[in-house]
């Protein structure tokens, strides 16, 4: 067990619907970073939330959406699902938000989206 | 072109043997992350450099700033070594940019 814990850990759906990650960090981690990973683009990096505040931003499609909570977990909305968003979407945190890219990452167990 | 190629794409290799997975990448950055995926899909960090060499038990990494180039070695490689094996890095910025991993399968 990481500590960094994502649900649900699969969830099927059809196009056209709504679903909502959620990720609660490693206990004292500030950072939250979502990712997606499919079977032709590979790994790729959407959002990254620090202490609440979005802090950086990959190439997340304008259907999706996140946001941290106060209490640190974050979640990942994802709407007017297309069958190309069928994916692995791991979550991961870190202690910090710095601009360095010094930080350690802790990857959850991911959510494993599928679309029909 | 991609902006971080790894290389190679998959490697089989017999138990013992050592490994060299590399990476080279085009953009400026502030870390490199090399990550392993294992097959039932957990990622775990194994590495974050941002100059010189770390090591972790059978595990080492360097870093070649000036050459835009990483790589991940294993010494006496074992069964449980196998996984895609991803290098990552984190640019400056704050954009953070995979390469497409390389699968390893060590054979017993």
């Known amino acids: 067990d990481s500590g960094v814990t994502q649900t649900p850990k699969h969830l099927i759906t059809a196009t056209g619907q709504r679903v909502t990650l959620r990720c609660s960090p490693r206990?004292?981690?500030?950072?939250v970073y979502w990712y997606q990973q499919s079977l032709d683009q590979g790994l790729q990096f959407l959002i990254q939330y620090y202490n609440g505040e979005e802090r950086a931003k990959g190439n997340i499609l304008e259907r999706f959406s996140a946001q941290q909570f106060p209490d640190l977990h974050s979640e990942l909305n994802l709407s007017s699902l297309e069958l190309g968003d069928s994916a692995l979407y791991f979550c991961?945190?870190?202690?910090?938000?710095?601009?360095?890219?010094?930080?350690?990452?802790?990857f959850g167990a991911g959510s494993r989206l599928t679309v029909l | 072109k991609n902006e971080v190629e790894q290389s190679p794409q998959n490697l089989t290799a017999q138990e013992g043997e050592f490994i060299t997975i590399n990476c080279s990448y085009s953009?400026?950055?502030?870390?490199l992350h090399w990550l392993q995926q294992h097959p039932g899909g957990g990622i775990v960090s194994l590495f974050m450099?941002?100059?010189g060499k770390k090591k972790h038990g059978r595990l080492i990494a360097t870093i070649n700033i000036q050459e835009k180039h990483s790589s991940l070695h294993i010494t006496a490689s074992h069964p449980r070594d196998s996984a895609v094996y991803i290098c990552a890095v984190w640019g400056r910025d704050d954009k953070i940019i995979f390469g497409k991993g390389t699968r390893l399968h060590i054979l017993p």
């Open positions: 991961a945190s870190s202690p910090h938000g710095s601009r360095s890219g010094a930080n350690v990452l802790t």
């Open positions: 206990s004292g981690d500030l950072s």
């Open positions: 953009v400026g950055i502030s870390a």
């Open positions: 450099l941002s100059s």
